[in-house]
Structure formats: C-alpha cells, structure tokens
C-alpha cells in the first residue's frame, strides 16, 4: 500500500491518518569489543535507512553487553541491541542487507510483529540504553586430581562400604 507522506523539515516523515505499514523488530549482536560511539554511530546508520526507506522508527534499546547462548564468531560476548520499527518487506529487506554487510554485526534476526498499523497513531518512544551484564572473569582451570582421586590410595566406593572412609574425604 502506498503510504501517504506529508513534507516535514529537517525530521522524520510525517504520516497522513490511515497510513498503515507493518511493525518489525530486530535484534542484532554486535562485536563486544566496540566502542560505544561507534555502535551509536551504526543505530544511526540504521535509523537513516529506516527512514529512508518510508519507514518510521518505534524505539531503540541497547541492552548493553551479555553472554551469548552459544558461541557466535568466536565471541562468547555481544552487544545487543533492539530496533522496533514500521514499515514494508523492501525496508526490512534493506535494513538486514546493510546489516549483513557490516563487519562489526555478527548476527542478527527481525520478526514480524504486527501487521497494518496506522503510522500516524504509533508514538515514538524514548530510546533506551541499558547498562549490561557485568563483566565476570572467566573460570580458572581445575588442576588434575592425582591418580586414584584421593590421598589414601584406595577407591572410595570400596571404602564407603565398608565405613572407614577418612573424614576429610566425606
């Protein structure tokens, strides 16, 4: 459906009553290891396209840095950050594009959340920056017990039954 747009100066788009688009959401990880400003440097980025592209930003919030389920691009660590916007298939088609092409996003996903939702009605809402997990050292390696498991020599299951296990092994 073609969206009806009256001229705005040096803003975001205004649109007429009865402009309907669709809402997406999409999260992206990006590298841990970014500096702040220039991960507000690619939201920018982001919201220009959006814009752009007929579109109309919702709201932005970077979660900040947290671990990741699984190992992505070798980082066990990603900054995370949630775009809700409005718009059509071409705009998600060109927000992901330019994300694949990024270098410092590893990952990303958008949904579908809502269809025909009356642009002019959806607020725009206060971005949102979120202070992260914090940072936890990782774990230190475990030494290798010695052979056999304890200081006595012997197997504890057979010990156990018999009850002469010592008291610092229980």
Excluded: C
């Excluded at 919201?47 to 190992?71: F, L, P």
């Amino acid at each position: 459906m073609q969206q009806a747009e009256t001229p705005a100066v040096g803003g975001p788009p205004q649109y007429a009553p009865g402009t309907k688009l669709r809402e997406y959401e999409t999260i992206f990880l990006v590298r841990p290891d970014l500096a702040e400003d220039l991960v507000d440097k690619i939201v920018e980025r982001m919201r220009g396209i959006v814009h752009r592209d007929g579109g109309k930003v919702i709201k932005v919030e970077n979660w900040g840095k947290k671990k990741t389920a699984y190992e992505v691009k070798k980082n066990f660590r990603a900054i995370f950050v949630r775009f809700l916007y409005l718009g059509d298939t071409r705009a998600v088609a060109e927000f992901e594009r330019n994300l694949r092409m990024t270098d410092d996003v590893m990952k990303y996903q958008s949904v579908k959340i809502a269809d025909d939702v009356d642009a002019s009605s959806r607020a725009v809402e206060a971005d949102v920056k979120l202070p992260g997990d914090p940072e936890m050292p990782e774990r230190m390696a475990r030494e290798p017990e010695p052979f056999g498991g304890a200081d006595f020599g012997g197997r504890r299951d057979e010990l156990a039954d018999e009850g002469e296990l010592p008291p610092e092994a229980e």
